[in-house]
């Protein structure tokens, strides 16, 4: 299957390459990176043995269309879209920090809730309520971004104790975040969807914040669809969901949390086809326009070429 697994481009004034769990990062000149979008896919923090063709497209043409619709909320870091798979835009200083912001009582939050904990990164959630209940408003819970390992849960408190962020910056992202929140969601009400969860990552440039890497996909988000929520929360059954969810339950149900000594499931060629499908059923909903399959080519060649041509306008 034609799928990107990893890349290894030499790029005019390339100063540096990062290999993150999903994205092949190039730092050019001064001022630009280039994020290609691979079909790597991870969970429990682990990238999983096979790549899954067109997610990388799925998640870099979700985010393109989302960053377009929130530039009159935050700048962010895009330059231009010159690939499916592939975005051209300005290096940034990112802050140590993810912005995790929850509407829902679900996912990592409903499993802390579960163990009979109900204060998480500092912010107290109300006893009574039942996995993907409705918060009375949304909360942020920041993780640390770890460069190896698992991220941690932080409070605003600890984070700005231990100089990971100010006071003042840190007022200005929860700000942003929240605005985000809200601009996701109404795109998600016009599509039938409900924006559960969701995180965002910032940078600093020029004493200017930015909004970086990609928001509102899959990958960072967890969509219910919003017909039928009420009478599935009243009858105690599980939420449809557009998420990457469905890939860590796999996992689950296959004894793999990412924990020492656990074997990832295989991979055949039937899952791999089938989380395919599911990722373009994911961006169809979830932007409302049709997928479009790339012609046959290679495409590790084709986004090659088109980098390549759209930063011999840039630098």
Known sequence: MNAIKETAFK????????????????????????????????????????PIPYKGQVLNQIAAKFLEATQDII?????SVPDPNATI???????????????????????????????????????GLKEND????????????ADVGHDEDISQTDLIAKGIVSEEDYEQLEKYAHALYQRGTEMARERGLILVDTKYEFGERGGQIYLMDEI??????????????????AKGEPQRQLSKEFVREWLMNNDFQGKDGQTVPEMTDEIVQSISARYIELYEHITGEQFQYPDSENIVSRVERNVIEALNKLI
């Not at 790029?11 to 050019?28: E, N």
């Not at 940034?92 to 829902?104: A, D, H, L, N």
């Not at 409705?134 to 971004?145: A, D, R, V």
């Not at 509102?216 to 929360?233: I, K």
């Open 216 to 233: 509102h996909t899959p990958d960072s988000s967890r969509y219910f669809y919003a017909e039928g929520y009420e009478q599935r929360q």
């Open 134 to 145: 409705k918060l009375p408003q949304p909360i942020i819970t920041p993780t640390t971004k």
């Open 75 to 79: 700048p962010n870091w895009v330059i």
């Open 89 to 127: 835009g300005y290096k940034c200083e990112p802050f140590k920090v993810e912005m995790v912001i929850r509407g829902y009582l679900a996912g990592h939050l409903w499993r802390t809730y579960r163990e009979g904990k109900r204060t998480i990164c500092g912010v107290t959630v109300p006893d």
């Open 11 to 50: 790029f005019q004034k390339q100063k540096a390459f990062y290999k993150g769990k999903v994205r092949d990062v190039y730092s050019l000149a001064e001022d630009y990176l280039v994020m290609v979008a691979s079909d790597r896919i991870s969970a429990f923090d682990v990238v999983l043995p096979r």
